[in-house]
Each structure stands twice: as structure tokens, then as C-alpha cells.
């Protein structure tokens, strides 16, 4: 499951927060007005990705047909402000694995940012000497950009993400483990596009 755009969730707290403002569910032509979008085709583009996500769908019951929450997306969890969407996890040198269905989690608002944030599941060792280990949440920035010296979440070749440290050059981009028994990994900038910067950590001591 694709991670959702800043864009997508800018469209989606919109939707949520003025949810009961609308006598009916708002059309494209409406939706567009009032997200100032000048674009009926871009809106079009990220409310399929938003009915992929299964948080709105389309509905037929007035003339114009328009665009609603779906029931997942009014569950309480999801209006909670404190919740953000557990993606899936994430590990070395693999994809991040999504889950079937977007669950949330409740996130205290110190690890958070006032921009669109995800939460992931570490898998693995490679960033332990960050402190980061094996089961823990991480609380990600949506961004495509970040600083040298930052961690990010690095999708490698539009097929593997990982959690790294990133160091950037013109020539060439490094992602650095935070484990001194494993080797960084060099890639051409192109190779490398960056999904979100950690801003947050969280983990349960509780054993299973």
C-alpha cells in the first residue's frame, strides 16, 4: 500500500474536518472551489488514491454524485488528532511491508510534526547505534527532501525502502547504517528518493 502524498492528506483532513459543513457529499467541481485547485484532473488523480486507501468513496445519491468518508475513515480513531496511519514496516535493504488494511496509532504530539506524519515498525539492527532497535515505532515526516546527517526513509530504485542516515553529494548519495559491522551503501542521486525524515520514536517494553 502506497504511502499517501502530503497533497492526498491535505485533501483527506479537509474531507474529515468539514465533513458535517456539506448538506451533501461534495462533488469534484466543489471540492476543487474550495481546496482552491485549479486542476479538476490533479483533485480527480488523488481522490482515486484516497478511495485506494479505502478512507472515502464515491456517492450517488444526489444529482452530482460526490465524494464522502467511508465508514473507516469516520471511526473515532481516525478523528482522534492524536492518531496517525501505522503504514506497515520497515527493514534493511527490503520493502517496507504494508499492511492489508491502514490501522492508526495514537502518537503523543511532542514525536509529531505539524506536517503530514506516518508511523512505521522497525525490523532489523542495522540503525542501533542511534538507539533505534528491532520493534520499535518511528514516527516519519512525509517530506521528499532532507538535510545531510538526517534519517530518512529511502525508497532505492522506486522498489526497496530503508531507514538510514543520508549524507548527499551532486555525485552521489550515501545511506549510512547506524551498526559498525555493516557497510554504507553508495547510489547515484537518481537512484534514491527520499519518502519522509524521522522526527519521532516510540517503543513497549511489555514482553510477549
Not at 510534526?113 to 520493534?135: E, H, R, W
Not at 524521522?198 to 510477549?208: E, K
Request: proline share 4%.
Amino acid at each position: 500500500m502506497a504511502v499517501l502524498t502530503r497533497r492526498q492528506l491535505e485533501i483527506f483532513n479537509f474531507l474529515r474536518d468539514n465533513y458535517e459543513s456539506f448538506a451533501c457529499p461534495p462533488s469534484l467541481d466543489e471540492l476543487c472551489s474550495a481546496l482552491n485547485m485549479s486542476s479538476r484532473g490533479s483533485l480527480y488523480k488523488h481522490i482515486l488514491a484516497l478511495i485506494n486507501a479505502e478512507l472515502v468513496e464515491s456517492f450517488v445519491g444526489n444529482k452530482q454524485g460526490g465524494i464522502r468518508l467511508t465508514p473507516k475513515a469516520l471511526n473515532n480513531e481516525i478523528a482522534n488528532e492524536q492518531s496517525l496511519p501505522f503504514i506497515g514496516c520497515i527493514a534493511a535493504g527490503k520493502p517496507i511491508e504494508a499492511l492489508a488494511n491502514t490501522r492508526y496509532m495514537t502518537v503523543p504530539q511532542v514525536l509529531k510534526t505539524n506536517k503530514p506524519c506516518y508511523v512505521l515498525q522497525v525490523k532489523g539492527d542495522s540503525m542501533i547505534d542511534a538507539g533505534i532497535f528491532d520493534g520499535d515505532w518511528v514516527v516519519i515526516e512525509q517530506r521528499d527532501y532532507a538535510n545531510n546527517g538526517e534519517i530518512v526513509v529511502a525508497l532505492i530504485d522506486n522498489s526497496e525502502a530503508t531507514l538510514k542516515y543520508i549524507e548527499q553529494s551532486a555525485e552521489q548519495v550515501l545511506l549510512l547504517p547506524a551498526n559498525s559491522s555493516m557497510a554504507a551503501m553508495s547510489y547515484r542521486p537518481e537512484q534514491v528518493n527520499i519518502q519522509g525524515v524521522l522526527v519521532g520514536q516510540m517503543r513497549s517494553y511489555r514482553s510477549h
